[in-house]
Nanobody, 122 residues
Framework: QVQLVESGGGLVQAGGSLGLSCAAS????????MGWYRQAPGNERELVAT???????NYADSVKGRFTVSRDNAKNTVYLQMNSLKPEDTAVYYC????????????????WGQGTQVTVSS
């Protein structure tokens, strides 16, 4: 069974930095896009950043220049380095992967982590 296990997050003051990581565990045939979404109270879940297997990145305008997404394909792990954090970055951050588990009959699908809280105080 494939799972996405997140680590990192927590409480930080505005202007500070935090790092998140997310490892896909289980028998995985291939992981294509991986990345991060976030959801603040009362808001819909929104894209933060994604990265393709080849390293092509995509960022929300609100985080460009402050956040960096990266991945280790050998470890099926994606990272998010968050700098110059703002109170409006406060949200639950969810890891995402579009991957195919190993085994016959398996197909690519969307997988999500359990979410980790990031709180930025002013």
């Amino acid at each position: 069974q494939v799972q996405l296990v997140e680590s990192g997050g927590g409480l930080v003051q505005a202007g500070g930095s935090l790092g998140l990581s997310c490892a896909a565990s289980g028998r995985i045939f291939a992981a294509n896009a991986m990345g991060w979404y976030r959801q603040a109270p009362g808001n819909e879940r929104e894209l933060v950043a994604t990265i393709s297997y080849g390293g092509t990145t995509n960022y929300a305008d609100s985080v460009k220049g402050r956040f960096t997404v990266s991945r280790d394909n050998a470890k099926n792990t994606v990272y998010l380095q968050m700098n110059s954090l703002k109170p409006e970055d406060t949200a639950v951050y969810y890891c995402y992967a579009y991957l195919r588990p190993s085994g016959s009959g398996q197909i690519f699908g969307d997988y999500w982590g359990q979410g980790t809280q990031v709180t930025v105080s002013s």
